[in-house]
Nanobody
């Protein structure tokens, strides 16, 4: 299993970026795929995730309305569209996966319970 994140870079405040997570070795419609971010010396935190079963999405309050996660099943890829980026969004961004075992209204609890497969990060820097 491999998850390859890409698309990071240096942008100015207010600009946008789209991160891509190309997944191989598993099907995105059978797994919960999540995006996480981490600053140096800090704990990795969840950002957004998407349900494999039905494509429902969940984002944390800090990025709600600015970040949107989506998937392309034909490409087995999960995207994170980020708009109106702020300096606080600067971090290494990772995608991760766990086989979906919770369905219905509380599927997103799997985003918080710990992911099983992790990819390498892509760095996002927001600076003027």
């Amino acid at each position: 299993v491999q998850l390859q994140a890409s698309g990071g870079g240096l942008v100015q405040p207010g600009q946008s970026l789209t991160l891509s997570c190309v997944v191989s070795g598993l099907k995105v419609d059978e797994y919960v795929i999540g995006w996480f971010r981490q600053l140096p010396g800090m704990r990795r935190g969840g950002v957004s995730c998407i349900s494999g079963a039905d494509g429902k999405t969940y984002s944390t309050d800090s990025v709600e309305g600015r970040f949107a996660v989506s998937r392309d099943k034909s490409e087995n890829t999960v995207l994170l569209r980020m708009i109106d980026l702020q300096e606080d969004d600067s971090a290494d961004y990772y995608c991760a996966a766990i086989r979906q075992r919770i369905f219905g209204d509380f599927w997103y609890s799997q985003c918080r319970s710990g992911m099983y497969y992790w990819g390498k990060g892509t760095q996002v820097t927001v600076s003027s």
